[in-house]
T-cell receptor, first 111, second 115 residues
Framework: SQQGEEDPQALSIQEGENATMNCSYK?????LQWYRQNSGRGLVHLIL?????REKHSGRLRVTLDTSKKSSSLLITASRAADTASYFC???????????FGAGTRLAVHP | GAVVSQHPSWVICKSGTSVKIECRSLDFQATTMFWYRQFPKQSLMLMATSNEGSKATYEQGVEKDKFLINHASLTLSTLTVTSAHPEDSSFYIC???????????FGPGTRLTVT
């Protein structure tokens, strides 16, 4: 069964704007990861944040983690049309290798 | 990162036939491989976990006799969809777990269409 929910389910923005996606989960975790998936393609790993970390940056990506609220957010700054994709969070559900995916957010960035 | 390949990338089969999908870790040994299924506009649902040399562990609701998983070597796992039906049409994604660095790498997926 899926671990949690993502919010919003779909997001439509203009190029240059920031996009924020949220993820909630249900059980304790060791880490949380974010992935991107272009339509009909495989997953691209974006970033991993460990349970003892609160914020992490990678290029235009910023991830936060609040373990007390069991939630995480992914911020994409200065979005580009190429950022159009579905974004999923995934948690290890307390185990080290079994990933449970959230429902995903479909992001559309318009030129 | 490490590479996981899947073959075929897409397959069309007739209802009632069986289809085998291969998942290979190309530059690492995957002691554990995972199989996911993804329906259109939905998330990935874990189907089963397979450890090299042992029987796969299936998630609740996944029929083990319908989705046969074999993980005979550290670089190859196969998923066979037996007696496929149109409702089995989906995107099947595998991943390999590199225990050495605690990373999971995903294959590009296989799109199965059952007519």
């Amino acid at each position: 069964s899926q671990q949690g929910e993502e919010d919003p389910q779909a997001l439509s923005i203009q190029e240059g704007e920031n996009a924020t996606m949220n993820c909630s989960y249900k059980t304790s975790i060791n880490n949380l990861q974010w992935y991107r998936q272009n339509s009909g393609r495989g997953l691209v790993h974006l970033i991993l944040i460990r349970s003892n970390e609160r914020e992490k940056h990678s290029g235009r990506l910023r991830v936060t983690l609040d373990t007390s609220k069991k939630s995480s957010s992914l911020l994409i700054t200065a979005s580009r049309a190429a950022d159009t994709a579905s974004y999923f969070c995934a948690t290890d559900g307390g185990g080290y290798n079994k990933l449970i995916f959230g429902a995903g957010t479909r992001l559309a960035v318009h030129p | 990162g490490a590479v996981v390949s899947q073959h075929p990338s897409w397959v069309i089969c007739k209802s009632g036939t069986s289809v085998k999908i291969e998942c290979r870790s190309l530059d690492f040994q995957a002691t554990t491989m995972f199989w996911y299924r993804q329906f259109p506009k939905q998330s990935l649902m874990l189907m089963a976990t397979s450890n090299e040399g042992s029987k796969a562990t299936y998630e609740q609701g996944v029929e083990k006799d319908k989705f046969l998983i074999n993980h005979a070597s550290l670089t190859l796992s196969t998923l066979t969809v037996t007696s496929a039906h149109p409702e089995d049409s989906s995107f099947y994604i595998c991943s390999g777990w590199d225990r050495g660095i605690y990373e999971q790498y995903f294959g590009p997926g296989t799109r199965l269409t059952v007519t």
